[in-house]
């Protein structure tokens, strides 16, 4: 996930950055990874893909057609 991923997810989501801290993640590292100031542990960055896809958003890898995105899982 990048840090435009994850800016995406949370507008997609209409969430807050609070709302995804409460996922068991650090504000602070939230914001430095969203700014793209640091790349968090792999674990930090787990937490915040099982929440977004938990929220249903799918994370869409670069390819010969685009860039990497995200959307909503089908049927939401």
Known sequence: MSPA??????????????????SGV????????????????PASLEVIRHAFETAGIVFIEESAEGGPGVRFKGGI
Do not use: I
Request: proline content about 3%; overall charge positive; hydrophobic content about 30%.
């Open 5 to 22: 991923q994850c800016r995406a997810a949370r507008g997609l989501l209409n969430w807050k950055r609070s709302e995804l801290v409460a």
């Open 26 to 41: 650090d504000e602070r590292t939230v914001r430095r990874f969203e700014n793209d100031e640091v790349s968090p542990r």
